[in-house]
C-alpha cells in the first residue's frame, strides 16, 4: 500500500508540472492566452498561502490582501524610484509585506477562531487606506504607475522577461517553484508538523510545550512572505499596483479560491485559483452582473462544496 | 477653530451613532450565531431602497418603520435558508457565505435600482438648520441621533425585560445549556439575526436620507462597525455602543488636524486597544479567544 501510495503521489507530482511546464503550449489552442497562465500561477501562489495557515495551521486570515498589496506596492516602488532591477523589486515587496505582517501578527495571533479572522480583516484595511490616501507616493485611487519589469540579467546574457509573455511564465513558474518548495519543506519539518498538531488539537498541542502563539505567528508571518511575493509577482504582471489589491473583498477572493480547491490539500488552492480566475475572466466577458454570480459561487461553494473540488475527489478515493 | 472643532466633535458623534446602530445588529449576530455577517452592509442597502420605493405609498415615516420590517423579513429568510446549514461547523463557512451574499446584494440593487445614485427626500421641517450659530446640526442629524437613541434603548430594554431578551443575553453565554433547558435555540438565532439585520435597515433608511442611496454604501459603512465591536469588546453590547461612540468622535476630531488619516485613527485605536486591553473596552475575559 505505502509503496503504491508512493508511487502515485509522485505519478500526480509530475503530472501536475507536467501540466504547468506545458502551459503555454496547450492554454491557447483551448481559448487561453499566456497571460491567463501567469495570471493563476500567482494568485495560485497568493491563495496557498492563505492556505498554509487556514488549511494546515487552522487559523483563518481574511486579511492577506493587505500582505498582497504591500508586497505589489514595495515591488512598484522599488523599480520606479530605487534601481531596475527585477529580482530587487521582488526581493523588498515580499520584506515589506512580510515584517508587515510580523508586526500585525504579534497583535493578532492571540486571537481565536472568528475574532482572528475580524481583527485580520480590520487591520488589513489600514493599508488599503494608506494606499488609498498617500497619492503622492502610491498614486492613490489610480493605483501605482511608471514602472515595468526588466530583463532578467546573469551576467553573460540576459532573458528578456519584460517583452516577451512566455519567457516570463516560465520565470513565474520558476518562483513559482520555489514558494512551493519552501512550503512544502516548511510543512514537512518538525516545525510544520506542530502546525498541524496545532489545528487538530491546540490545548493539547499547548499541553505538549509547543509555545502556540509563537508557532501561530511564525507561520502567520511566513504566510505573509509568500503572499507578499505572490503580489510583487502580480504588480510585474501588468506593471501596476492596484489600491483594490489590498481590499478585504481580494482577501476573500483568496479565501474562497483555497476553500474551493480544497483547503485540506496542499494543491487545492492551486486548482482553486485557476477555475477562479477562468471563471472571472469567462463572466467579466459575457454578463455585466458577473459579481453576482461569483457571489453565488461563494454560496454554492459553501453549501454544497465545502471540502472543494480535491477534497471531494479524495474522499471519493477513499470510500 | 473651536467651532471647528465643536462642529467636528458633534459630526463625529452622528456618525458614531450610526456606527452603534450597524455594529449593534452585527454584534448581535456575532454572538448567538458566530457569524460575521459581511452582508450586514447589504441590508443596509436594501433597507435603504426599500424605503426609497416605498415612501411614495406610505410616506417618510411609513417608510421608517416598514422597510426595516421588510429587511428583516428577508434577513430572517436569509437566516432559515443559507446560515441556518452552517450552525456547528467552521465558522469560516458563515463568512464566506455572508461575504458572497453581500456580493449578490450589492449587484442586486444595482441591477433593481440602478447603478446611479438616488436622491432621497426628507421632510421639509427635518432640513432646516437649526439655528444660525449651529448651521452645521440640521434637523435631520439630530433626527437621526433621537432615532438611534430611541433604538438602542428599546434595544436594551427588549434584552433585559422581555424573555426573548433574555434567553438572547443567556444564549450567548452559554447556548448549550440554553438549549438543555428546553429554549428553541434555532427560533431563538432566527428571531435574533432579525433583530440584527432590522437594525441593519433601520440605519439603511436613516443613511439614504443622509447621504442618497447608493449600491455601494453598504461596503463603507461595515468596517467601522467591526472596529466598534473590537474597540468595544466583543460579546458586550454596552461596549459595541461606547465603541461606536469612540471611533466615531476620535474620526471626527482628527478630520480637523490631517484629514488624510480620519479613516486611519481608527484602525490606530483598535490597535492599541489590542495591544493593551485584549479582550476591548469592556469585553468580558476569554470571549474572544
Known sequence: MSKSHHARKLMVLGAIWAVLLLAPYWMPPLGGYTALGTRVLVLGIAAMSVNFLLGFTGVLSFG????????????????????????????????????????????????????FAMVTIAFGQVFYYIAFQWSSLTGGDDGLRGFSRQPLDLGRFSIDIASNAQYFYYFVLFCFAL?????????????????????????????????????????????????????????????????RGLHYSQSGDFVIMAVMGGMRTFWGPLLGAAVFVVLQDYLSSITINWMSFIGLMFVLVVLFFPRGLLGVIRLGRAA | MSQLLLFNVTNGLIIGAFYVLMALGLSLILNLSNVINFAHGGFLVAGGYIAYTITPYVGFWGALLVAPLVTAAIGLAVERVLIRPLYGRDPLYGL?????????????????????GKPVTIPAFLAQPLSDELFFITGYRLFMVVMVAVAVGLLFVLLRYTRLGIRIRAGTLDLETVAALGINVGMLRSLNFSVGVFLAGLSGVLAAGQLG?????????????????????????LGTLLGGLLIGVASGVTAVFF?????????????????????GLLGEEGMMT
Not at chain 1, 492577506?64 to 504591500?70: D, E, I, N, P, S
Not at chain 1, 499547548?206 to 505573509?224: D, K, M, N, Q, Y
Not at chain 2, 468596517?223 to 460579546?235: K, L
Open chain 2, 213 to 237: 442611496l447608493e449600491p455601494t454604501m453598504g461596503a463603507g459603512l461595515l468596517m467601522p462597525s467591526f472596529i466598534a465591536i473590537i474597540v468595544g469588546g466583543v460579546g458586550s453590547l
Open chain 2, 96 to 116: 464566506l457565505l455572508t461575504f458572497g451574499l453581500a456580493f449578490i446584494f450589492e449587484d442586486g440593487t444595482r441591477f433593481i435600482w440602478g447603478a446611479q
Open chain 1, 179 to 243: 514558494v512551493t518548495g519552501a512550503m512544502a519543506f516548511v510543512l514537512r519539518s518538525p516545525f510544520g508538523r506542530t502546525m498541524l498538531a496545532i489545528r487538530e488539537n491546540e490545548r493539547r498541542a499547548r499541553f505538549l510545550g509547543i509555545p502556540v502563539e509563537r508557532h501561530i505567528w511564525i507561520a502567520f508571518t511566513l504566510s505573509c512572505l509568500f503572499v507578499a511575493f505572490a503580489g510583487a509577482l502580480y504588480a510585474l504582471i501588468n506593471n501596476f499596483a492596484d489600491p
Open chain 2, 259 to 279: 484629514p488624510q488619516a480620519s479613516e486611519a485613527i481608527m484602525y490606530v485605536m483598535m490597535a492599541v486597544v489590542l495591544l493593551i486591553r485584549p479582550r
Open chain 1, 64 to 115: 492577506h490582501a493587505a500582505y498582497f498589496g504591500l508586497g505589489a506596492y514595495g515591488a512598484g516602488l522599488t523599480l520606479k524610484f530605487l534601481a531596475a532591477s527585477t529580482p530587487l523589486a521582488l526581493i523588498c515587496g515580499t520584506l515589506l509585506g512580510g515584517i508587515a505582517g510580523a508586526v500585525l501578527g504579534a497583535l493578532i495571533v492571540r486571537r481565536r477562531g472568528v475574532y
